[in-house]
């Protein structure tokens, strides 16, 4: 059973930084890709980065820049650092994988204040 686990989120201030990470129960390069979504309320889910096993990346417009995703695969951990955070970021962040199917993490709130 794949789980993943997202932390990191929280109160940042506009203009400010987060490092979001995502522990997979299994090791990461047993899935094809992973990536980072995010959901704002009364919005639809968007794609905010995606890397593939083979370390292709890929940013909608609006994130070039400011998001970068990685991962460290000795500890099965996938990572988000967000920089200059600004208001409309504020989403629940999701984590998830693509496999045999696709699996997503719980979410985590990331709150920007203006």
């Known amino acids: 059973q794949v789980q993943l686990v997202e932390s990191g989120g929280g109160l940042v201030q506009s203009g400010g930084s987060l490092r979001l990470s995502c522990a997979a129960s299994?090791?990461?390069?047993?899935?094809?890709?992973m990536a980072w979504y995010r959901q704002a309320p009364g919005k639809e889910r968007e794609l905010v980065a995606a890397?593939?096993?083979?370390?292709?990346?890929t940013y909608p417009d609006s994130m070039k820049g400011r998001f970068t995703i990685s991962r460290n695969s000795a500890k099965n951990t996938m990572y988000l650092q967000m920089n200059t955070l600004k208001a409309e970021d504020t989403a629940v962040y999701y984590c998830?994988?693509?496999?045999?199917?696709?699996?997503w993490g719980q979410g985590t709130q990331v709150t920007v204040s203006s």
């Open positions: 299994v090791s990461i390069f047993s899935f094809n890709s």
């Open positions: 998830s994988a693509l496999a045999n199917g696709r699996f």
């Open positions: 890397l593939t096993r083979g370390d292709m990346t």
